[in-house]
């Protein structure tokens, strides 16, 4: 390619007095490029044909790829094989500064337009060593990318230049995309995920593998690096309490649907502790949900739970929830049964030898008689 150069074409328009004379129209300039300015010049045009002809104060209105319509006299001619050739005045428009070819043309009134592509430089030059990270900080709806850049190319200072981070479902810079980018700078660290506003026409789904590329501009042209292929996680279960005991709690589960490539298991930690307590495995991207039961409580203890999925992918951590056991004593008299204490809801003792029903049983407490039992069911 090049900043400068010429065109010579012609084309078949139409007859010169009879239907079998056909008619040709011949157009030729120079180009030059300066900036994102084309200029054509140096043109000429002029009509050939298939017989011998004549014509005298022969016109045609012409109009030129970036300029208005001109009227063009040829030459008398007589018995010829074409016209005389006539100039027509030069032209300018503009192309985009990364624009590499551009099709101009030559239209005349009631004639069939002629037209040829240029092709040129771009203004400027793309920026260059573009680098992406293999993805870190992977969720259910993004993940952080490193992108660095040698050189910005030229332009290599404008204000607006970017760097950007993108997820994809192609393997190409192309939509649905999701992107974030840095501007001004060379290298950055960038996070991208639903939030992010640079390309929006992705949403990214939780266990869904996508394509990463990183994307570097210096407003005028631009250089895309493709990364590869990573697969988010998966979005941890939510918790929620369906009863407490003293000694045991129910607990409710539900995961949201999602993309299904790696199975998921489910699991719970208590209290902080080092180790994970299995819930279930889910093979498909269906949504799913039930309860557990976790055992071996202490009575009136309050506990945290946290919820996790696990996919090669990696860990999703839950929120974390709290419950507190029952106490597993009220108040009240109590017996052994069964090696766990329970209330004593009737009580008889020995009257003149025979089995009477306790009514109220007192007992010591600091110097004082306290009740301690009342029939019925009911103490203090």
């Known amino acids: 390619m090049a900043t400068s150069g010429s065109w010579n074409i012609s084309w078949q328009s139409g007859y ?12 030729s300039g120079n180009w030059s490029k300066s900036g994102t300015t084309i200029t054509l010049s140096n043109m000429s045009l002029y009509m050939s044909f298939t017989y011998a002809s004549g014509g005298y104060g022969v016109t045609d209105s012409v109009t030129v790829t970036g300029g208005s319509a ?50 040129f430089d771009p203004t400027g030059t793309a920026p260059s060593g573009l680098t992406i990270s293999t993805p870190s900080g992977i969720n259910p709806h993004g993940a952080t990318f490193s992108v660095a850049l040698e050189s910005y190319g ?17 393997n190409s810079w192309t939509s649905p995309i999701r992107s974030a980018k840095s501007s001004n700078t060379a290298s950055a660290t960038i996070s991208v995920d639903n939030n992010s506003s640079q390309s929006t026409s992705l949403t990214i789904q939780p266990n869904t593998r996508y394509y990463y590329g990183a994307k570097a501009s210096n407003t005028v042209l631009n250089t895309v690096q493709m990364g590869g292929r990573f697969v988010t996680t998966a979005e941890a279960p939510t918790l929620s309490v369906v009863g407490v ?49 976790i055992s071996n409580l202490q009575p009136n203890t309050t506990y945290t739970l946290q919820s996790r999925a696990s996919t090669t992918a990696g ?26 204490a329970t209330r ?14 306790i009514v109220k049983l007192y007992g010591s407490g600091n110097g004082e008689a306290k009740l301690i039992y009342q029939g019925f069911g009911h103490a203090n």
């Open 16 to 27: 010169w007095s009879q239907t079998y004379n056909t008619k040709y129209y011949h157009w």
């Open 70 to 119: 001109q009227t063009v006299s040829y030459p008398d001619f007589n018995n010829a094989y074409n016209t005389g050739s006539v100039s027509l005045s030069n032209t300018s428009f503009s192309v985009n500064s990364s624009d590499t070819s551009k099709t101009i043309s030559c239209a005349i009134v009631g004639e069939t337009t002629g037209s040829t592509t240029i092709s």
């Open 154 to 170: 030229d332009p290599a200072s404008t204000s607006g230049r970017y760097i950007a981070a993108g997820i994809m479902t192609q």
């Open 245 to 293: 005991d003293d000694d045991s709690a129910t607990i409710h589960y539900s995961v949201p649907a999602d993309g299904g490539y790696y199975s998921r298991s489910l699991a719970y930690n208590l209290n902080g502790g080092a180790g994970w307590s299995h819930i279930t495995t889910i093979a498909s991207s269906a949504a799913a949900s039930g309860d557990f039961v």
């Open 315 to 340: 860990n999703t951590l839950g929120a974390t929830i709290s419950f507190i056991t029952k106490s597993g004593i009220t108040t009240g008299l109590y017996g052994s049964a069964n090696s766990k």
């Open 344 to 357: 004593i809801n009737e009580l008889y003792g020995s009257v003149n030898s025979e089995s009477k029903k």
